[in-house]
């Protein structure tokens, strides 16, 4: 598959920290701009994610596809405003000397990319930017 955006950012704590904050519903909720997230992380369980976002609530689905603790998590999400799209969503954490490096990799789950992602993916690349900046905050507080 060919990522349609990434992002990276390593976060001053250690794995296990962050993958407490990454995978529980308080530190999802933090990160993932005040969604609710019910989720049952083992590969197949789904995950849900209820909210709003710029004035209009959504409930936004998919299902965990790989899930190695404190190492790699990935899960499909299709939006409420764009149902017929799905994108896989790949976390992975590495060690390193300043803490946790944090890599989000999105990509369309049937592997294809399109005009319409490539004229989306700095746009892309900002929210998750921006979501790895609310997951640091999180693990710190």
Do not use: C
Not at 18 to 30: C, D
Not at 71 to 90: G, I, K, M, Q, W
Not at 112 to 129: C, H, L, N
């Amino acid at each position: 598959m060919a990522a349609m955006a990434q992002a990276s950012r390593v976060i001053p704590a250690n794995k296990a920290e962050v993958w407490e904050t990454l995978t529980s519903r308080e530190g999802m909720k933090a990160y993932m701009m005040g969604a609710e997230v019910e989720a049952v992380w083992r590969v197949g369980g789904p995950i849900v994610m209820r909210g709003e976002y710029n004035g209009r609530q959504f409930e936004d689905r998919g299902e965990v596809r790989s899930f190695e603790p404190w190492r790699r998590l990935s899960y499909t999400h299709t939006s409420s405003a764009a149902p017929d799209r799905t994108h896989l969503v790949t976390i992975e954490l590495a060690p390193q000397q300043a803490g946790t490096e944090v890599t989000v990799t999105q990509e369309n789950a049937d592997g294809s990319v399109t005009e319409a992602d490539k004229a989306r993916q700095a746009d892309y690349e900002k929210t998750w930017a921006k979501i790895l900046e609310k997951l640091a905050e999180a693990v710190a507080d």
